[in-house]
């Protein structure tokens, strides 16, 4: 999965939480190693310390997507787009949010910006994704017109 150069973490702020950016490192791990509530529960003082961090924003964000929180994942990344339209891993990692919620037409919208961006493979796949289910749910719905 791609995401930000984590160093830039606690730059942000002069006066971050100590063990903020150990406990930063460790949700990264648990995160890749496919705990994300453990790593969710490791968020917890880094959140609190730095609640604004793209950084931080981006790792709950999947953490909370890979933990199947929808919601959680979805504000997240929607509040990293906001702050930064040209992110195109946020965008990404928005459509698929939407996608795992069934909502395809939103993102097929973001995953083709992200993928007009950054044209890499896993973005692309995902597009690619999206635009089947769409294909799939019309068909579906004119046979069930026609039929």
């Given amino acids: 999965m791609i995401f930000r150069d984590v160093g830039q973490v ?16 460790r949700a990264e791990e648990l995160v ?16 609190d310390a730095e609640p604004d961090s793209p950084n931080v924003m981006q790792l709950a ?38 996608q795992r919620q069934g909502r395809l037409t939103e993102a097929v919208a973001r995953l083709r910006l992200a993928v007009a961006m950054n044209p890499l493979p896993e973005y692309q796949e995902a597009l690619g994704e999206v635009s089947t ?8 719905n004119s046979d069930g017109l026609t039929g």
Wanted: net charge positive; aromatic share 8%; hydrophobic share 40%.
């Fill in 10 to 25: 606690m730059s942000e702020r002069q006066d971050p939480e100590p063990g903020a950016f150990e406990a930063f490192r």
């Fill in 32 to 47: 890749s190693a496919g705990r994300p509530l453990d790593a969710l529960r490791e968020l917890r003082l880094v959140m």
């Fill in 61 to 98: 964000g999947r953490a909370y997507l890979n933990s199947a929180q929808f919601g959680r994942a979805e504000q997240a990344f929607r509040r990293l787009v906001e702050r930064d339209p040209s992110d195109h891993y946020a965008l990404f990692a928005l459509g698929k949010t939407l």
């Fill in 133 to 140: 289910g769409i294909a799939l749910r019309a068909k579906r």
